[in-house]
């Protein structure tokens, strides 16, 4: 019997979050194991007059990949994937994994050198996405995996991602309620725009920032979902102070827990964590922008309310907040460029607040204007 929030599900993404048109070239980049999805999305596509084009990952493939293949094939941009990243349209890449943990075991170094030769990738989405040629979506299809990382069954893990993209039962028209979303979250955007100073205080982080001059972007539903949250692109050399993230940074399929940085006028200057510190300082060391900041954000999904060790998912968690280590997006007006792009995040709901240009505007996982 098939689920039928999944073809709700392919609805949003392809009318509200794509906006599919007729002659649009639609590339989707997937696993078989998100195969009911991509048939949904497959055929709304064709209904809507445009030309989708497919490409499936094999089980493990990235295992395989650092298993098998010499070191200079790991210097090889994926030629398939990068058609579909320059020449579409539209792109959902659909996260369908079945082991999170494929690559716990594999060198950070080899991983670090493929990270190089898909940064090309990465800077066509952000470059194509800013000046909007791209229509680009990043969402999921429920897996047993995922429900494992999140200490769920499966059924119930299918229950908490339709509600955070609120294309279950609860909600009769998910288009309409994004589009709510859009406009309480353009709200908070006109409020922060246009100043400078930002402050974090509270157990976990005592930090600076400035924002001048730069754009707030309004997360809805567009390019992630499920999604939910404000960012911006940070002063590249305005970070100062400590932070110390309170859930695991995922990256890769490495687990990276009790992370904690330093900062100083914008660059990390230390980094230790409590497990699998090698593979930060090797990432870290991935090149000159990897130690800066690309995006400050805040949650604001409060559907999501605890943590899956899914980044799709737990940077969207009403009540925290997120930075990303390496390349920022060029449409807030941050310049940084890595071929790393790794949020980490951070508890704000018990005794911490935001303040912006010395005034608080955000307290204990909620906005206070």
């Known amino acids: 019997m098939s689920d039928p929030r999944i073809e709700k599900f392919a609805r949003v ?40 084009n497919v490409l499936f990952e094999v089980p ?3 295992e395989l990949l650092f298993r098998h293949a010499p070191d200079e094939l790991l210097d090889i941009t994926p030629r398939l994937q990068q058609v579909i990243y320059e020449e579409s349209d539209v792109f959902f890449k659909v996260r369908a994994t079945s082991n999170t943990h494929s690559l716990g075991s594999v060198d950070p ?17 952000m470059t194509r996405g800013a000046d909007r040629s791209l229509r680009w979506v990043a969402t999921q ?23 955070a993209c609120h294309v279950d039962g609860n909600t009769d028209d998910p288009v309409a309620y994004w589009q709510g979303i859009e406009a309480e979250q353009q709200r908070i955007i006109d409020r922060l725009q246009g100043h400078d100073k930002v402050e974090i205080r509270g ?14 972007m309004n997360a809805c539903g567009k390019q992630n979902m ?20 309170t859930y695991p ?37 991935a090149d000159p922008g990897a130690r800066y900041v690309g995006e400050f954000a805040i949650g604001t999904n409060y559907e999501i309310n605890r943590f899956t060790h899914n980044i799709l998912l737990d940077e969207k968690i009403g009540g925290s ?49």
Request: proline residues 4%; charged residues 20%.
């Open 321 to 369: 907040f997120h930075l990303a280590l390496g390349a920022g997006y060029p449409e807030t007006g941050n310049k940084n460029r890595s071929v790393i792009h790794w949020d980490m995040i951070c508890d704000l709901r018990q005794d911490s607040e935001i303040l912006l240009d010395g005034e608080v505007i955000y307290r204990n996982g909620k906005f206070v204007f």
């Open 203 to 216: 157990p976990n982080a005592e930090l600076t920032l400035s924002v001048k001059d730069r754009i707030f």
């Open 141 to 163: 299809f429920p897996t047993h995996a995922y429900a494992l990382e999140a200490d769920m069954g499966l059924l119930a893990y299918q229950d908490f991602f339709y509600s």
């Open 60 to 62: 493990d493939q990235d």
């Open 13 to 52: 993404l392809v009318d509200y979050s794509a906006c599919v048109k007729p002659g649009d070239k639609v590339g989707i980049i997937t696993t078989f194991a998100a195969e009911p999805l991509v048939k949904s999305l497959y055929s709304l596509v064709l209904e809507r007059g445009a030309y989708p």
């Open 109 to 125: 170094a080899r991983v670090g050198r493929y990270q190089k030769a898909l940064a090309p990738l990465l800077r066509t989405q």
């Open 249 to 285: 940074a995922v990256y890769q399929g490495n687990m990276v827990n009790g992370v904690e940085l330093k900062f100083e006028n914008g660059q990390v200057v230390k980094a230790t964590a409590e497990r699998n510190e090698a593979f930060l300082q090797q990432m870290l060391a």
């Open 226 to 245: 499920p999604d939910g949250e404000v960012y911006t692109g940070p002063v590249e050399d305005s970070v100062n102070g400590w932070v110390r993230f």
